[in-house]
């Protein structure tokens, strides 16, 4: 691990000499500045804005504005002779819950390792007294020229470092929140409610930056000539009905399952706009007026007649009648045109010819 600062931390009057190494890395893509005329990379060179003469890193040195716009010279020697005692210390002041700190002060994360084996003992000390306590240990140290706030954490077998902005550095949040008076019915909370637990818990280390795999076919594509590879395609900012985009979410979280009608509840705010609620990505609730005369369903159409008039009474009764006679008819054999059978028309033959005779 490389060093970037090393000292003691204090805890009490043990001392634990420590040295703090960066906790993460960056997989940011990087990109050369160049001149679009010829391909020609950009330099930047440090220039006096007195004589325009170019400064080598040597030539350059630092110092303190003062109010009147004066410059004053501050060397190394001089910040180091600074009267800190965090200069080479990490002064432990108190301790504090976790979920007391506010999320929004945390800033850079890094290791803390013990800087020689005579280190190690009080260094687990500290590390198993942390984790038995719950608690994280608060402290400040100067490094780079300025003084930092430090949160000590244990995590798994070393201890962590987090550096912290301070307090009066955190902007208030109000310019940020909505204007006016919004309200949220009890169905959509419930149907928000019903939308995170769709989604399942999120798997953080399941994440990863897409953007070097982007990048890689369309440099393949431009050294070759080819056809560029397409664009995502762009999410447009409709608005749509509220419940409908979330009833839209949350049959598309479950898999096209069957629908959330019950949270989402009822009416044109549940039904209309379902479709175009699934790709919806600004959404603004229209509520239906309260008492409002609800759509009919079509009356169903019969298996007779579709798209004919009602029957009339009479007309039933005649249907009921012809059904019946096919039905007998069926029994007693195959029926003529005019609704007889072959055998009574040849009795009735038989008996005209006997009465002749």
């Not at 500045?33 to 630092?62: F, M, N, W």
Request: one cysteine or more; proline letters at 5%; glycine letters at 10%.
């Amino acid at each position: 691990m490389r060093s970037v600062w090393s000292g003691n931390l204090a805890f009490g009057l043990v001392s634990i000499p420590v040295k703090l190494g960066s906790a993460v890395s960056s997989h940011k893509i990087g990109f050369r500045q160049i001149h679009l005329a010829d391909h020609g990379r950009v330099r930047y060179q440090k220039t006096c804005e007195l004589d325009q003469e170019v400064l080598q890193p040597s030539d350059i040195g630092r110092a303190y504005e003062t109010p009147d716009d004066q410059l004053v010279e501050l060397t190394d020697d001089d910040l180091k002779a600074l009267p800190l005692p965090t200069a080479k210390t990490i002064e432990v002041n108190g301790f504090v819950d976790l979920a007391r700190v506010d999320s929004m002060q945390l800033d850079t994360p890094y290791f803390l390792a013990p800087a020689s084996p005579a280190a190690n003992k009080p260094y687990v000390l500290m590390r198993e007294a942390l984790a038995r306590s719950g608690k994280a240990a608060v402290g400040k140290f100067a490094m780079r020229s300025s003084e930092h706030l430090a949160l000590v954490t244990p995590r798994d077998d070393v201890l962590l470092l987090q550096t912290l902005r301070w307090p009066d550095e955190l902007n208030s949040p109000a310019e940020a929140a909505p204007k006016g008076s919004v309200s949220i019915s009890d169905n959509e909370l419930r149907l928000a409610d019903t939308l995170i637990d769709a989604l399942g818990e999120a798997d953080l280390s399941a994440h990863h930056a897409e953007d070097a795999q982007a990048v890689e076919p369309l440099v393949a594509a431009k050294l070759e000539g080819e056809e560029l590879p397409a664009a995502a395609e762009e999410r447009g900012a409709k608005v749509v009905d509220l419940m409908a985009a979330l009833r839209a979410s949350v049959e598309a979280a479950k898999g096209g399952g069957e629908g959330t009608g019950e949270e989402a509840g009822e009416g044109a705010a549940g039904q209309e706009g379902e479709q175009a609620g699934s790709d919806a990505t600004v959404t603004q609730l229209e509520r239906p007026a309260q008492g409002g005369a609800r759509k009919k369903a079509p009356a169903k159409k019969s298996a007779q007649g579709r798209g004919k008039a009602a029957p009339s009474a009479g007309e039933k009764e005649k249907e009921k009648e012809k059904e019946k006679a096919e039905g007998e008819g069926r029994g007693g054999g195959r029926r003529t045109a005019a609704g007889k059978t072959p055998a009574k028309k040849a009795a009735k033959k038989t008996a005209s010819r006997r009465r002749a005779g």
